[in-house]
C-alpha cells in the first residue's frame, strides 16, 4: 500500500510512522553524520570518552593528551551539569566550554558537550563539535526546535521514560528545523531494577536502526551507574551494532565531582578500547 494511502482493501499490518524525515520510510540508507574528520554512521565505531564534568584545566587537559594517545577521536566533558540536587556540582559553564575548545586545539579531539538550556545553547553551538541534547531535555521542545536552527550536530540522548517513539519524534523535532546532523543515544531507561542506576535497553538499537537512518550510540556509563558494568555493556552495544560509544572516563575517578561510581579510569578506559575493537573487527568494522 501507498504511504499516505487510504485504501482499506488491505489489512494494515503496521501503524503509520509519526515521524517522517527521521525514518527509514523516507530515507533507506544509512545517514552518515560527518563531524570534521570523524563519520558517525558509517564503518567505524565512533568512541567519544570524558570526564562527566569537566572540572579543571589540568584534568581536562590530561583526559584531552590521553584521547588522543589511544585513539577516542571525540572527548566528552559537561560545562554545564543538570544535576538532580541543587546542592550538586552545576559545572563550569563558558569557562569550562573554552577549556575544552583549548583541549581541542591542542590535541586535535572533537568536543561533545550538553546545553541545557537556550543560553547554554548558543554558548555551546560556538564552543563545540556537537551539542549535546541530555535525558531529562528530551522532550524540552523549544530547545529541541533551537538545537535544530544551529545546525550543528546534535547528540540526542533518550529520555529516561520515554519510548523509542517518543525519542525518534524528538529527534524530528530537530530534523524539522532543518538540522538531519543527529546522533541517537540509547543512555538507559528506568525500570523496576535497582541495582543497575538505570537499564540499558539493547533492543532499541536494532529497532531504531530499523525504524530510521539515523546513527545509534549507546551510553553504558549512565546506564549502569557502575564502572566495573560498563565495558560488558559496551561489549554488547557493539555486537548489537552500535554506531559509537560514549563512556565517561576520569584521570582520577575518586576525586571526580560527578558521577565518579561510573568512570572508568585510563588504564580500564583502554582495555576497554583493545576489546570492542576485537568485537567491532569480527563483525566486518573498526573503531
Ligand atoms: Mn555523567
Redesign the pocket.
Known amino acids: 500500500m501507498r504511504v499516505g494511502s487510504t485504501e482499506t482493501a488491505e489489512p494494515v499490518v503496521s501503524v503509520r510512522k509519526p515521524y517522517k524525515l527521521v525514518s527509514r520510510d523516507f530515507h533507506p540508507d544509512d545517514s552518515v553524520i560527518q563531524v570534521g574528520n570523524v563519520a558517525f554512521g558509517g564503518n567505524k565505531v565512533i568512541v567519544m570518552s570524558g570526564?562527566?564534568?569537566v572540572e579543571s584545566r589540568e584534568q581536562v587537559m590530561q583526559s584531552a593528551e590521553f584521547m588522543q594517545r589511544i585513539g577516542v577521536p571525540v572527548l566528552r566533558g559537561?560545562a554545564y551539569?543538570p544535576r538532580t540536587s541543587p546542592y550538586s556540582f552545576q559545572g563550569m559553564r563558558v569557562e569550562g566550554l573554552k577549556i575544552l575548545a583549548e583541549a581541542r586545539e591542542r590535541y586535535g579531539v572533537l568536543i561533545v558537550t550538553e546545553a541545557v538550556d537556550h543560553e547554554s545553547l548558543a554558548n555551546v553551538a560556538e564552543w563545540a563539535d556537537i551539542v549535546q541534547i541530555g535525558a531529562r531535555n528530551m522532550q524540552n521542545f523549544e530547545l529541541l526546535k533551537a538545537a535544530g536552527q544551529t545546525g550543528k550536530p546534535v547528540l540526542l540522548k533518550r529520555g529516561l521514560a520515554a519510548t523509542i517513539d517518543e525519542w525518534l519524534m524528538a529527534a524530528e523535532y530537530i530534523a524539522a528545523n532543518g538540522n538531519m546532523n543527529i546522533i541517537l543515544c540509547e543512555r538507559g531507561i528506568r525500570t523496576y531494577e535497582t541495582k543497575t542506576r538505570n537499564t540499558l535497553d539493547i533492543s532499541a538499537v536494532p529497532v531504531v536502526k530499523q525504524l530510521s537512518h539515523l546513527p545509534v550510540v549507546i551510553d553504558p556509563?549512565?546506564a549502569a551507574g557502575q564502572w566495573q558494568w560498563v565495558a560488558p555493556l559496551a561489549r554488547a552495544g557493539v555486537a548489537a551494532g552500535v554506531d559509537g560509544l560514549i563512556i565517561?572516563a576520569h584521570p582520577n575517578p575518586a576525586e571526580a565531582l560527578?558521577?565518579g561510581p561510573?568512570?572508568l579510569n585510563f588504564r580500564h578506559l583502554e582495555e576497554l578500547m583493545g576489546e570492542v575493537g576485537l568485537i567491532a573487527q569480527a563483525l566486518g568494522r573498526d573503531l
Do not use: I, L
Open positions: 570526564p562527566c564534568a559537561g551539569k556509563s549512565h565517561e560527578s558521577d561510573q568512570s
